[in-house]
């Protein structure tokens, strides 16, 4: 199985030997036995397409089907606005709008909506596609704690702090766009954010720290009772990019049994052309995962796209193509076991330890 859509001559200049048929059998048997979780995939807002249906879009479930992809967690983002209570209340109904579109869509034969961790587990021993949900943008909570434990009730299994731009609960990594602010904001987390971690601990909610500046990252890691995530990153030792984590972050993880999924943005995965684009394909996935494997070991390391968010690369345009980045990864030496934990075991891991610190209490 070479990656779809791509021409030989696009997998050479992609640095790819087209694989024997020996070798293609070997990856579409690993990619089809494995539970492929895509932990980061954005809906477009307003005008969203029926996933049920054919759409443009890069995740349906037609092409879920078609590439593989067993679990994807849709995204309810609200942008970055003025921090005013009516840019708060806003956001805040918009986020839940979206949470509940994406439930209303997700129903229907072989799907699930899946919350806990059990649940996943049962839906891909039973074949059904699953459906998980998240917040993206603390934003949207405002100063109101109780926004956590309404979006926990829809569904949602994390929230990122912030996108671009710092909110009231953290500093973001970078500015919003076109609109000037101060570099630094809070000098990390605010007190609000301080409180939001600690309620989503009690929620069984997962903190996602990207987007967030390293100040916000290592405190959230300091102050998390559980572990804390990157949904959607890559390394900065390999690509200098504001929203990166640099070696230090990525052992912050790794020491408090947190976890990084390198996404499928090219911006993030490689310096521009001398056009001035950004292109990149699997392989560039593949190497980041490996300087994360090597710094962090393979246990903190995980998979996702952003797709309809800037993500795709050429072997992974959209979730028709997800055998290809299985692929890749086989390809590197990646045998059946690591590659169920980069696409599902290791945020599953993560996710149960969350639940755990919840049940115990505070």
């Not at 979780?37 to 954005?42: E, F, G, K, P, R």
């Not at 390391?301 to 795709?312: N, P, R």
Request: some cysteine.
């Amino acid at each position: 199985m070479t990656p779809i859509d791509m021409t030989p001559a696009d997998m050479t200049s992609a640095g790819i030997a087209p694989a024997t048929d020996a070798e293609a059998a070997g990856h579409a048997e690993i990619h089809a036995g494995t539970l492929t979780l895509d932990t980061h995939v954005d809906i477009p807002w307003p005008n969203t397409p029926d996933p049920r249906g054919e759409t443009q879009r890069n995740v349906d479930f037609a092409r879920m089907k078609a590439g593989g992809l067993k679990a994807v967690v849709f995204i309810a983002y609200t942008p970055q606005g003025p921090r005013t209570p009516e840019d708060h209340a806003e956001a805040g109904a918009r986020a839940e709008a979206m949470l509940r579109a994406i439930r209303d869509t997700a129903h229907g034969a072989g799907r699930r909506i899946v919350t806990r961790v059990a649940e996943l587990e049962a839906a891909h021993a039973a074949g059904a596609t699953a459906v998980l949900l998240a917040v993206e943008n603390g934003n949207a909570m405002g100063h109101d704690l109780s926004r956590l434990a309404l979006w926990r009730g829809l569904g949602a299994i994390y929230l990122t702090l912030t996108h671009d731009g710092h909110n009231d609960l953290a500093d973001a990594a970078r500015p919003r766009h076109g609109r000037p602010e101060p570099a630094v904001l809070h000098g990390g987390l605010s007190a609000l954010g301080r409180q939001a971690v600690e309620e989503m601990n009690r929620l069984g909610m997962l903190v996602d720290v990207s987007h967030a500046s390293k100040a916000s990252m290592m405190q959230a890691v300091e102050c998390s009772r559980a572990p804390i995530v990157a949904t959607h990153a890559c390394c900065a030792a390999l690509r200098a990019h504001p929203r990166n984590l640099d070696d230090a972050q990525l052992d912050a993880l790794r020491d408090s049994g947190g976890l990084v999924q390198i996404t499928a943005v090219p911006a993030f995965l490689r310096d521009p052309g001398p056009d001035g684009r950004f292109v990149a394909s699997v392989e560039d996935i593949a190497d980041h995962v490996d300087h994360a494997v090597r710094r962090i070991g393979l246990d903190h390391v995980g998979l996702s796209s952003d797709f309809d968010g800037g993500g795709g690369v050429r072997g992974w345009m959209h979730a028709g193509e997800t055998g290809g980045l299985t692929e890749a990864l086989h390809r590197r030496g990646y045998d059946r076991q690591a590659i169920g934990a980069l696409w599902a075991g290791n945020f599953l891991r993560v996710w149960r330890r969350a639940e755990e610190v919840a049940a115990e209490g505070f």
